[in-house]
């Protein structure tokens, strides 16, 4: 096959020394050409547009029509001239004969075929003098943002405001590279209160696609496939079965414990299942499955170990167009599936991973638009009570997973929650171990329950296949009962812990609205966050450094866990402490604010300690450990210098915290282009404290 790999073992050299090589040979060429796809014919796009008659209608009059003209008076007058009208259109649509809309840089048709798109100097230049001439015309019906606003520090706090993401009191750095999207008034977001990608423009008003957070402005997924490539062009690009298990085995070691809503011995079974099939026989798996499998294989990748830091990115980018290729195929938009779900978690990560936010944003609607489809928010006990425990127990897993992601998204984009309306128990959700003992029916690898209702096998469900004999069960593919214990105590935390964000922090703060109205309940809330803290198992509460360091030799699962959970508890914390609104009589708890701050930043220092490369790849981790640290700086810069401030113990640890966040940015700053913004936004920032 032209084009593609024609192996399973072509994607990835054969492993050394536990690094996984990169993808370079595939992820970094260029998307295929849809007319040059192996020996299958392929319609161009231009093949389809509209054939228009010719612009210059009098070059269609015959030869023999006579061009001269008679006044009323009977003189004869001159011939009429041809106008030697320039070609404004590009020269590949010329060429072509296809209709060319004259965009710059390049037209669409050009964008469409993926060919270079060249215009005229005589059309550039005609382009250009058009642009100055309406220009001035126009300014009057585009609407503008003002422009940003630039932080200014004179040593005196100021804590009132009024804007969304100053609901901590604090003056924020106006370089951050969200902090301009956050505090767009309606007028300044479209011309009628409401985004500009649902909303008709104002005829001839400029417009130009906005970048939502600033971040990921180009497509998250690679466009290497065609359009009649199918799902075997997907499997064609399959790691070998080597190089699969080793991400695999990656994902579950970083990412399950923190997210830990897949079933593992219901994963594995229908993975060594597929891998067992012949290789003619894959092309009949479910494109759900593929697409959960390449979703794994991505994130795996992202926390491998890789000589630079682009070819990891571009391997990963790789894997996850395949996933998504794979949900395309399966048509995840009008129907959905557990495992098709799971794909779409887990590529929402992958993109806040990979530096797009804006696109993890959009992608987490659809997924809680879907969730309430598969009616994932209703407790199975009551509508499904018939399906087997461990589907009962999957079910409410996913839907802790899509609730913890949607709210800890956006308590950091400071945007409303989505996953609102559940009846899902928390004290429901059982051990895992406990419910596979109780499930006499347990999955060996058929299709995932679709829940649509006009679906065919709804209407007419078909015959049951007969049930193949469930695969010996190896080490790896089952977590023994002590780590399940500590699992679901920690997605409990979690989840109590997320419910109270989702209302306390998230609604108001997306909403302007006081996240407290008086001191009393500003109180009330941060003893309500205290008592989750008390109630937390002990093994996520553990503070001291030599202790987790220890632990993480033996449990990494157990270690991440509390950096997650210590991490979301004291950025939450944090912005409560921060809070003050001068009218009701809230005032900020500024050494309050500091503790947690710095609590909560020194789980990322740990992160990046005790597992090296992890603190790199966690987006979510790295944004909070950002904030904070910006928060810590805009509070010391307020302090004057003096002897007491100098020798404070809290304004001190701080100051280090501070400074040892700015080199570890400097460090990442190579790999991502990111955090060479937040160093130079946190570094402008930290030169204004003075003690």
Not at 392 to 411: G, S
Request: hydrophobic share 35%; aromatic share 10%; with cysteine.
């Amino acid at each position: 096959m032209s084009g593609l790999p024609g192996s399973e073992s072509s994607i990835f050299p054969p492993h050394q020394s536990g690094h996984l090589p990169p993808v370079q040979q595939y992820a970094q060429q260029s998307p295929y050409h849809a007319a040059t796809y192996g020996s299958v014919p392929v319609t161009p796009v231009s093949a389809y547009a509209p054939q228009l008659p010719p612009l210059n209608t009098s070059a269609s009059q015959s030869p023999g029509q006579d061009l001269k003209s008679y006044t009323p008076d009977g003189d004869r007058t001159k011939p009429k001239q041809k106008r030697n009208k320039p070609t404004l259109s590009c020269e590949e649509c010329v060429e072509r004969k296809t209709k060319c809309d004259r965009g710059r840089p390049g037209c669409l048709a050009c964008a469409k075929r993926q060919s270079t798109c060249r215009y005229t100097h005589v059309a550039n230049l005609i382009a250009d003098a058009g642009q100055k001439d309406v220009g001035a015309g126009r300014q009057r019906h585009i609407v503008k943002p003002p422009p940003a606003k630039v932080r200014k520090l004179n040593g005196s706090f100021d804590g009132s405001s009024s804007s969304p993401s100053s609901t901590s009191g604090i003056k924020q750095v106006r370089t951050d590279l969200f902090s301009k999207y956050h505090h767009r008034s309606p007028r300044e977001t479209s011309v009628g209160f409401g985004t500009p990608f649902l909303q008709s423009q104002v005829p001839f008003s400029k417009q130009t696609p906005s970048n939502i957070f600033g971040i990921g402005s180009s497509h998250p997924f690679t466009n290497y496939w065609t359009c009649q490539g199918g799902l075997v062009e997907v499997l064609a690009v399959l790691p070998s079965k080597q190089q699969a298990d080793i991400l695999i085995a990656k994902y579950f070691e970083c990412v399950a414990p923190v997210y830990p809503f897949l079933h593992r011995r219901t994963f594995y079974v229908a993975y060594e299942r597929f891998w067992a099939l012949p290789e003619r026989e894959r092309e009949t798996a479910d494109a759900d499955l593929i697409a959960l499998h390449f979703a794994l294989y991505a994130l795996g990748t992202q926390f491998m170990v890789f000589p630079a830091y682009d070819a990891k990115s571009s391997s990963a980018e790789f894997l996850a167009s395949a996933a998504n290729q794979a949900l395309r195929i399966y048509s995840y938009l009008n129907r959905s599936s557990l495992r098709a779900l799971g794909a779409q978690i887990l590529l929402c990560y992958f993109l806040m991973n990979d530096n797009h936010a804006s696109d993890a944003y959009a992608w987490s609607g659809i997924i809680v638009r879907q969730a309430y489809a598969l009616r994932l928010h209703r407790d199975p006990d009551i509508i499904l009570p018939n399906i087997s425990p461990v589907e009962k127990h999957t079910r409410r897993r996913f839907w802790q997973a899509i609730l913890h992601q949607d709210t800890f998204l956006t308590v950091l984009l400071k945007l409303p929650p989505t996953a609102t309306h559940s009846d899902v128990s928390i004290d429901s959700l059982a051990n895992e171990t406990e419910v596979e003992a109780q499930d006499s029916t347990r999955y060996t690898g058929s299709s995932a329950r679709i829940e649509n209702l006009m679906s065919i096998n709804v209407i007419a469900p078909p015959q049951d296949a007969p049930k193949q004999p469930e695969p010996p069960i190896l080490p790896h593919q089952r977590i023994t009962e002590d780590v399940d214990k500590s699992d679901v105590l920690y997605i409990k935390a979690i989840w109590r812990m997320a419910l109270k964000v989702q209302e306390h922090l998230c609604s108001p703060v997306s909403l302007s609205i006081p996240i407290a109205k008086n001191p009393r309940a500003k109180t009330t809330l941060v003893n309500s966050f205290r008592e989750i803290w008390k109630s937390a198992p002990s093994f996520v509460t553990i503070s001291d450094y030599e202790t987790l360091r220890q632990m993480a030799q033996n449990s990494g699962r157990a270690v991440r866990q509390n950096l997650f959970f210590t991490s979301n508890y004291y950025h939450s914390l944090m912005i409560i402490q921060a809070f003050e609104d001068a009218e009701v009589g809230v005032e900020l708890n500024f050494r309050g604010a500091l503790e947690a701050a710095h609590e909560a930043i020194w789980a990322y220092f740990k992160l990046n300690d005790f597992f090296e490369g992890d603190g790199g790849v966690w987006w979510v981790f790295q944004h909070r450990a950002f904030e904070e640290a910006l928060t810590m700086t805009d509070l010391l810069a307020t302090l004057p210098a003096n002897e007491a401030n100098s020798k404070d113990p809290l304004y001190s640890k701080c100051k280090d915290a501070v400074r040892q966040m700015i080199d570890l940015l400097q460090r990442q700053g190579g790999s991502q282009e990111m955090n060479k913004h937040r160093h130079g936004a946190l570094l402008a920032a930290y030169e204004h404290v003075a003690i």
